[in-house]
Protein backbone atom coordinates (compact mmCIF):
# COMPACT_ATOMS: atom_id res chain seq x y z
CA UNK A 1 0.00 0.00 0.00
CA UNK A 2 2.94 2.60 0.75
CA UNK A 3 4.51 2.29 -2.63
CA UNK A 4 1.30 2.82 -3.73
CA UNK A 5 0.70 6.12 -2.03
CA UNK A 6 4.29 7.00 -3.27
CA UNK A 7 3.64 5.69 -7.12
CA UNK A 8 0.50 8.03 -6.81
CA UNK A 9 1.94 11.16 -5.26
CA UNK A 10 4.55 10.78 -7.65
CA UNK A 11 1.86 11.55 -10.41
CA UNK A 12 -0.05 13.67 -8.63
CA UNK A 13 1.40 17.40 -8.81
CA UNK A 14 1.11 18.15 -13.00
CA UNK A 15 3.71 19.47 -14.53
CA UNK A 16 3.49 22.80 -16.55
CA UNK A 17 5.10 23.76 -19.58
CA UNK A 18 8.17 26.18 -19.25
CA UNK A 19 7.45 29.85 -20.68
CA UNK A 20 5.20 28.37 -23.62
CA UNK A 21 2.73 30.70 -22.87
CA UNK A 22 1.01 33.04 -25.53
CA UNK A 23 1.50 35.62 -22.80
CA UNK A 24 3.80 36.86 -19.80
CA UNK A 25 1.87 36.48 -17.42
CA UNK A 26 -0.68 34.06 -18.27
CA UNK A 27 -1.32 29.84 -18.67
CA UNK A 28 -0.86 27.23 -16.60
CA UNK A 29 1.67 27.28 -13.97
CA UNK A 30 0.70 23.84 -12.12
CA UNK A 31 4.14 21.92 -11.01
CA UNK A 32 4.99 18.88 -10.50
CA UNK A 33 8.86 19.07 -9.91
CA UNK A 34 8.75 18.58 -6.23
CA UNK A 35 6.54 15.82 -6.62
CA UNK A 36 9.36 13.70 -9.17
CA UNK A 37 11.21 13.45 -6.04
CA UNK A 38 8.81 12.42 -3.43
CA UNK A 39 9.75 8.56 -3.32
CA UNK A 40 13.53 7.35 -2.99
CA UNK A 41 12.19 4.11 -4.86
CA UNK A 42 14.37 3.89 -8.14
CA UNK A 43 13.56 3.82 -11.59
CA UNK A 44 12.54 5.21 -14.22
CA UNK A 45 8.69 7.05 -15.05
CA UNK A 46 6.81 7.79 -18.17
CA UNK A 47 4.45 11.11 -17.87
CA UNK A 48 2.03 12.01 -20.74
CA UNK A 49 -0.31 15.13 -20.08
CA UNK A 50 -2.15 17.42 -21.92
CA UNK A 51 -3.15 20.99 -21.26
CA UNK A 52 -5.88 23.54 -22.38
CA UNK A 53 -5.77 27.36 -22.29
CA UNK A 54 -8.05 29.95 -23.30
CA UNK A 55 -6.87 32.82 -23.35
CA UNK A 56 -9.92 35.35 -24.08
CA UNK A 57 -10.18 37.54 -21.43
CA UNK A 58 -8.47 41.30 -21.99
CA UNK A 59 -7.24 42.41 -18.89
CA UNK A 60 -4.77 45.17 -17.31
CA UNK A 61 -3.41 45.37 -14.05
CA UNK A 62 -6.09 43.60 -11.65
CA UNK A 63 -9.16 43.90 -13.60
CA UNK A 64 -10.47 44.02 -17.05
CA UNK A 65 -10.24 46.35 -19.97
CA UNK A 66 -12.21 47.12 -23.13
CA UNK A 67 -10.88 48.00 -27.02
CA UNK A 68 -11.39 51.80 -26.14
CA UNK A 69 -9.01 51.60 -23.05
CA UNK A 70 -6.81 50.47 -25.15
CA UNK A 71 -6.16 52.71 -27.84
CA UNK A 72 -6.70 55.43 -25.59
CA UNK A 73 -3.78 54.59 -23.26
CA UNK A 74 -0.23 56.71 -24.12
CA UNK A 75 1.66 55.37 -26.76
CA UNK A 76 4.39 55.77 -29.40
CA UNK A 77 2.84 58.09 -32.17
CA UNK A 78 4.17 56.08 -34.66
CA UNK A 79 2.28 52.72 -33.66
CA UNK A 80 -0.93 54.59 -33.59
CA UNK A 81 -3.34 53.52 -30.86
CA UNK A 82 -2.27 50.27 -29.70
CA UNK A 83 -3.05 46.48 -30.49
CA UNK A 84 -6.32 44.96 -29.52
CA UNK A 85 -5.85 41.21 -29.35
CA UNK A 86 -8.59 39.10 -29.67
CA UNK A 87 -8.11 35.47 -28.39
CA UNK A 88 -5.06 32.72 -27.66
CA UNK A 89 -6.01 29.19 -27.54
CA UNK A 90 -3.54 26.91 -26.85
CA UNK A 91 -2.65 23.52 -26.24
CA UNK A 92 0.17 21.66 -25.18
CA UNK A 93 1.15 18.01 -25.32
CA UNK A 94 4.23 17.13 -23.24
CA UNK A 95 5.77 14.13 -22.76
CA UNK A 96 7.86 13.55 -19.62
CA UNK A 97 10.65 11.12 -19.02
CA UNK A 98 12.53 10.62 -15.54
CA UNK A 99 14.70 8.34 -14.26
CA UNK A 100 16.22 7.59 -10.35
CA UNK A 101 19.39 5.81 -9.83
CA UNK A 102 19.03 6.00 -6.17
CA UNK A 103 17.38 7.59 -3.49
CA UNK A 104 19.41 10.99 -3.74
CA UNK A 105 18.79 11.93 -7.40
CA UNK A 106 16.20 12.28 -10.08
CA UNK A 107 17.02 13.53 -14.34
CA UNK A 108 13.74 14.29 -15.99
CA UNK A 109 13.40 15.57 -19.66
CA UNK A 110 10.57 17.01 -20.45
CA UNK A 111 9.39 17.78 -24.10
CA UNK A 112 6.79 19.61 -25.27
CA UNK A 113 4.56 20.21 -28.58
CA UNK A 114 2.55 23.37 -29.11
CA UNK A 115 -0.78 23.76 -30.99
CA UNK A 116 -1.55 27.90 -31.00
CA UNK A 117 -4.04 29.10 -32.75
CA UNK A 118 -4.16 33.42 -32.46
CA UNK A 119 -6.15 36.22 -33.64
CA UNK A 120 -5.63 40.14 -33.10
CA UNK A 121 -7.38 43.27 -34.57
CA UNK A 122 -3.61 44.76 -34.70
CA UNK A 123 -2.46 47.89 -34.39
CA UNK A 124 -5.47 50.57 -33.68
CA UNK A 125 -6.24 54.61 -34.59
CA UNK A 126 -6.93 56.72 -32.45
CA UNK A 127 -10.03 58.07 -31.34
CA UNK A 128 -11.31 54.04 -31.27
CA UNK A 129 -14.04 53.73 -33.41
CA UNK A 130 -16.30 50.50 -33.63
CA UNK A 131 -14.84 49.54 -36.91
CA UNK A 132 -11.64 49.55 -35.88
CA UNK A 133 -12.88 45.50 -34.21
CA UNK A 134 -14.92 44.49 -37.45
CA UNK A 135 -14.80 41.24 -38.30
CA UNK A 136 -12.66 42.14 -41.29
CA UNK A 137 -10.10 43.56 -39.28
CA UNK A 138 -9.51 39.84 -37.89
CA UNK A 139 -5.59 38.37 -38.39
CA UNK A 140 -5.18 34.83 -37.57
CA UNK A 141 -2.22 32.81 -37.14
CA UNK A 142 -1.56 28.59 -36.03
CA UNK A 143 1.29 27.65 -34.34
CA UNK A 144 2.03 23.61 -34.77
CA UNK A 145 5.61 22.80 -33.88
CA UNK A 146 7.57 21.37 -31.08
CA UNK A 147 8.36 23.16 -28.01
CA UNK A 148 11.51 24.40 -25.82
CA UNK A 149 12.82 21.06 -24.34
CA UNK A 150 13.68 21.33 -20.51
CA UNK A 151 16.62 19.30 -18.98
CA UNK A 152 16.19 18.83 -15.11
CA UNK A 153 18.21 17.48 -12.40
CA UNK A 154 16.48 17.03 -8.64
CA UNK A 155 19.27 16.22 -5.66
CA UNK A 156 17.53 15.36 -2.50
CA UNK A 157 20.57 14.49 -0.55
CA UNK A 158 20.66 17.06 2.12
CA UNK A 159 18.08 15.30 4.82
CA UNK A 160 18.40 11.43 5.70
CA UNK A 161 14.38 11.80 5.21
CA UNK A 162 15.18 13.03 1.20
CA UNK A 163 12.39 15.24 1.59
CA UNK A 164 13.96 18.39 0.98
CA UNK A 165 15.70 18.72 -2.50
CA UNK A 166 17.71 21.22 -4.61
CA UNK A 167 17.00 21.57 -8.57
CA UNK A 168 19.19 22.67 -11.53
CA UNK A 169 18.15 23.01 -14.79
CA UNK A 170 18.56 24.45 -18.80
CA UNK A 171 15.60 24.82 -21.20
CA UNK A 172 17.03 24.75 -24.85
CA UNK A 173 15.79 26.74 -27.81
CA UNK A 174 14.47 24.09 -29.71
CA UNK A 175 11.24 25.20 -30.79
CA UNK A 176 10.36 27.85 -33.26
CA UNK A 177 10.96 30.87 -32.55
CA UNK A 178 11.75 34.77 -33.58
CA UNK A 179 9.71 35.15 -37.07
CA UNK A 180 9.40 31.66 -37.65
CA UNK A 181 5.68 31.67 -37.95
CA UNK A 182 3.49 34.60 -40.37
CA UNK A 183 -0.43 35.32 -40.30
CA UNK A 184 -2.55 33.49 -42.58
CA UNK A 185 -5.31 35.98 -42.80
CA UNK A 186 -6.56 39.40 -42.14
CA UNK A 187 -4.95 42.72 -42.85
CA UNK A 188 -1.54 41.03 -41.38
CA UNK A 189 -1.09 38.44 -43.62
CA UNK A 190 2.25 37.57 -44.14
CA UNK A 191 3.99 39.37 -41.34
CA UNK A 192 5.79 37.60 -38.56
CA UNK A 193 3.85 36.36 -35.84
CA UNK A 194 4.75 37.95 -32.11
CA UNK A 195 7.52 36.23 -30.73
CA UNK A 196 6.34 35.87 -27.79
CA UNK A 197 3.56 33.70 -29.03
CA UNK A 198 6.16 31.16 -31.37
CA UNK A 199 6.45 27.71 -30.18
CA UNK A 200 10.18 28.66 -28.45
CA UNK A 201 11.92 31.54 -27.05
CA UNK A 202 15.10 31.17 -28.81
CA UNK A 203 16.90 30.84 -25.98
CA UNK A 204 18.82 28.94 -23.20
CA UNK A 205 17.71 29.28 -19.79
CA UNK A 206 19.10 28.34 -16.60
CA UNK A 207 16.89 26.78 -14.29
CA UNK A 208 16.90 26.75 -10.26
CA UNK A 209 14.48 25.82 -7.77
CA UNK A 210 14.13 23.97 -4.31
CA UNK A 211 11.31 22.08 -2.98
CA UNK A 212 9.78 20.74 0.35
CA UNK A 213 7.59 17.77 1.65
CA UNK A 214 6.33 16.99 4.54
CA UNK A 215 3.65 14.82 6.61
CA UNK A 216 1.61 16.65 8.46
CA UNK A 217 -1.06 14.26 10.20
CA UNK A 218 -1.84 11.09 9.35
CA UNK A 219 -3.67 11.60 5.82
CA UNK A 220 -2.47 15.01 4.78
CA UNK A 221 0.79 16.01 3.06
CA UNK A 222 1.87 19.94 2.36
CA UNK A 223 4.67 20.54 0.39
CA UNK A 224 6.25 23.71 -1.07
CA UNK A 225 8.45 24.81 -3.92
CA UNK A 226 10.10 27.85 -5.46
CA UNK A 227 11.98 27.78 -9.61
CA UNK A 228 13.75 30.65 -10.92
CA UNK A 229 14.24 30.53 -14.69
CA UNK A 230 16.48 33.30 -16.80
CA UNK A 231 17.83 32.88 -20.19
CA UNK A 232 21.35 33.09 -20.54
CA UNK A 233 21.63 33.41 -24.05
CA UNK A 234 19.85 34.47 -27.24
CA UNK A 235 19.85 33.00 -30.48
CA UNK A 236 18.09 36.52 -31.53
CA UNK A 237 20.76 38.86 -30.69
CA UNK A 238 21.72 41.40 -33.24
CA UNK A 239 20.74 45.15 -33.16
CA UNK A 240 17.26 45.26 -34.48
CA UNK A 241 16.81 41.76 -34.72
CA UNK A 242 17.09 40.57 -31.01
CA UNK A 243 14.44 38.84 -27.84
CA UNK A 244 15.49 37.80 -25.00
CA UNK A 245 12.10 36.49 -22.67
CA UNK A 246 11.81 37.98 -19.13
CA UNK A 247 13.11 36.48 -16.02
CA UNK A 248 10.30 34.64 -14.12
CA UNK A 249 9.69 33.12 -10.42
CA UNK A 250 7.06 30.37 -9.45
CA UNK A 251 6.50 29.97 -5.71
CA UNK A 252 3.67 26.54 -5.06
CA UNK A 253 2.43 25.52 -2.09
CA UNK A 254 -0.01 22.72 -1.49
CA UNK A 255 -1.71 20.01 0.34
CA UNK A 256 -2.90 16.24 -0.65
CA UNK A 257 -5.11 14.66 0.93
CA UNK A 258 -4.00 10.46 1.64
CA UNK A 259 -6.33 8.44 3.42
CA UNK A 260 -7.50 6.57 0.25
CA UNK A 261 -4.66 5.04 -1.87
CA UNK A 262 -6.36 5.06 -5.12
CA UNK A 263 -7.84 8.36 -5.05
CA UNK A 264 -5.99 11.25 -3.84
CA UNK A 265 -7.42 14.96 -3.88
CA UNK A 266 -4.75 17.75 -3.62
CA UNK A 267 -5.48 21.66 -3.93
CA UNK A 268 -2.55 23.91 -5.01
CA UNK A 269 -2.07 27.90 -4.42
CA UNK A 270 0.10 28.96 -7.79
CA UNK A 271 1.62 32.32 -7.64
CA UNK A 272 3.94 33.25 -10.75
CA UNK A 273 5.84 36.58 -11.70
CA UNK A 274 7.58 37.43 -14.79
CA UNK A 275 9.53 40.51 -15.62
CA UNK A 276 8.97 42.11 -19.28
CA UNK A 277 10.66 40.48 -22.33
CA UNK A 278 13.31 42.76 -24.07
CA UNK A 279 14.42 43.28 -27.80
CA UNK A 280 13.18 44.69 -30.48
CA UNK A 281 10.95 41.74 -31.15
CA UNK A 282 9.49 42.01 -28.04
CA UNK A 283 6.33 43.58 -26.54
CA UNK A 284 7.66 45.35 -23.82
CA UNK A 285 5.00 47.09 -22.32
CA UNK A 286 2.66 43.87 -22.49
CA UNK A 287 5.00 41.39 -21.17
CA UNK A 288 5.20 41.62 -17.34
CA UNK A 289 2.93 40.86 -14.16
CA UNK A 290 1.93 38.90 -11.40
CA UNK A 291 -0.80 36.35 -11.49
CA UNK A 292 -1.93 33.15 -8.43
CA UNK A 293 -4.08 30.07 -9.36
CA UNK A 294 -6.04 27.98 -7.02
CA UNK A 295 -5.58 24.65 -8.24
CA UNK A 296 -7.70 21.69 -7.09
CA UNK A 297 -7.07 18.22 -8.57
CA UNK A 298 -7.36 14.37 -8.35
CA UNK A 299 -5.44 11.78 -9.16
CA UNK A 300 -6.69 7.97 -9.76
CA UNK A 301 -4.46 4.80 -9.35
CA UNK A 302 -6.05 2.88 -12.89
CA UNK A 303 -3.69 -0.15 -11.94
CA UNK A 304 -0.32 -0.95 -9.81
CA UNK A 305 1.70 1.17 -12.00
CA UNK A 306 -0.34 3.55 -14.47
CA UNK A 307 -1.96 5.94 -13.01
CA UNK A 308 -4.47 9.26 -14.44
CA UNK A 309 -4.61 12.52 -13.06
CA UNK A 310 -6.58 16.21 -13.37
CA UNK A 311 -6.10 19.50 -12.47
CA UNK A 312 -7.92 22.57 -13.17
CA UNK A 313 -6.61 26.19 -12.35
CA UNK A 314 -9.15 29.25 -11.56
CA UNK A 315 -7.10 32.49 -10.87
CA UNK A 316 -7.59 34.64 -8.18
CA UNK A 317 -5.56 37.00 -8.58
CA UNK A 318 -3.92 39.06 -11.13
CA UNK A 319 -1.74 42.54 -11.78
CA UNK A 320 -0.66 42.31 -15.17
CA UNK A 321 1.52 45.28 -16.92
CA UNK A 322 -0.12 47.30 -20.20
CA UNK A 323 -2.83 44.66 -22.02
CA UNK A 324 -2.60 40.81 -22.28
CA UNK A 325 -4.92 38.71 -22.99
CA UNK A 326 -5.95 35.99 -19.66
CA UNK A 327 -7.66 33.00 -19.40
CA UNK A 328 -10.80 31.94 -17.28
CA UNK A 329 -9.82 28.78 -16.68
CA UNK A 330 -7.47 25.70 -17.22
CA UNK A 331 -7.12 22.74 -17.25
CA UNK A 332 -4.80 19.56 -17.37
CA UNK A 333 -5.54 15.76 -17.26
CA UNK A 334 -2.32 13.53 -17.87
CA UNK A 335 -1.62 9.76 -17.52
CA UNK A 336 1.33 8.29 -15.36
CA UNK A 337 3.33 5.55 -15.52
CA UNK A 338 6.36 4.13 -13.05
CA UNK A 339 8.73 1.09 -13.99
Request: net charge negative; aromatic share 18%.
Given at each position: MKTWRLLVATALVVQAPARLMACATCGCTVNTDAAMGYSAASGWRVNLEYTYIDQDELRSGTGSTTPEAVVDRPSDPALGGGEIEKQTINRYLTLGVSYRPDAN???????????????TYGQQSTPYQPSDTAPDQISGAHVAHLGDIKLLANWQGLLPTHNLGLQLGVKLPTGQYGTAVNFYDGPNA????????QAGTGSTDLIAGAYYYQAVSQNFDAFGTVQFQSAVHQSLHRPGDDYRPGNSTTVTVGVRYEKYARVIPQLQLNVYRKSADQGALADTTDTAGTVAYMSPGLTALLMRKLAAYG?????????????????????????????
Open positions: WNFNVLVPYVDRDHTATPLDASLVLQVPVYSNLSGYQLFPRWTATVGLSYAF
